[in-house]
């Protein structure tokens, strides 16, 4: 039981390029979310998807794309990054149930754009 | 608008001797109380959850938090810290909205970074 594995772990990416993360989650969770992590600023919320079929912006979605594939799969497409895109992705997931968000965390995705 | 706030941005306690980590949250419904932790190059592990019920929840490696509604605050705490507990805290909430949206989104405050002196 792998939990949620991301992929890449680390990425160097020049001005202008794109790139995809990918995410997926083995406990049949029904919400998955893309943050990233900025030192002083805690984790906030890119884009998220309440359930397969659907999703919804969070509190800093400029610059980036998402795809829910399937239920298992959420990716995070970066068209053409920039240098303020450098930080730590996290994927997670939760069981929908009443709101009770519990999340579970992939070991993150170090992005630096040059 | 909903929001965790964590006061203190980096603490030192000598290993051996208690800790509280703050939380303030500032949320529309009856909110749902995480606290996360997250070692260097590590992705977040779930150290207790408040629900509903028991206002002092129980959590992994010793670690325990007491919601307080008239505080607006989920304080966590150990009563001995261990070298091993050096790491990053992150406070989150999450829930119902009051206007019948719901919403699986947490809202994460901005850590608190715990030294630990032998």
């Known amino acids: 039981n792998a939990g949620v594995t991301q992929t890449p772990k680390f990425q160097v990416l020049k001005t202008g390029q794109s790139m995809t993360l990918q995410c997926a989650q083995d406990?049949?969770?029904?919400?998955m979310y893309w943050y990233r992590q900025d030192p002083g600023m805690g984790l906030r919320l890119i884009y998220y998807s309440a359930s397969e079929g659907t999703t919804d912006k969070g509190e800093v979605p400029n610059g980036y794309n998402v795809s829910r594939l399937n239920k298992r799969e959420f990716s995070l497409r970066l068209e053409s990054a920039a240098p303020s895109q450098t930080s730590v992705y996290f994927c997670a997931s939760s069981d929908r149930d009443r709101g009770k968000t519990e999340a579970f965390f992939g070991q993150g995705t170090r992005l630096t754009v040059v | 608008a909903q929001s965790v706030t964590q006061p203190d941005i980096h603490i030192t306690v000598s290993e051996g001797a208690s800790l509280e980590l703050r939380c303030n949250y500032s949320y529309g419904a009856t909110p749902y109380l995480f606290w996360y932790v997250q070692s260097p190059g590590q992705g977040l592990q779930l150290l207790l959850k408040y629900f509903s019920g028991d206002t002092l929840v129980q959590g992994i490696k010793g670690f325990e938090a007491e919601f307080k509604r008239s505080q607006s605050s989920f304080n966590l705490r150990k009563p001995s810290v261990h070298w091993s507990d050096a790491a990053e805290y992150f406070c989150a909430v999450g829930g119902f909205l009051n206007y019948g949206g719901a919403t699986n989104k947490l809202i994460f405050g901005t850590g608190t970074l715990l030294a630990v002196q032998p």
């Open positions: 406990m049949n969770h029904n919400s």
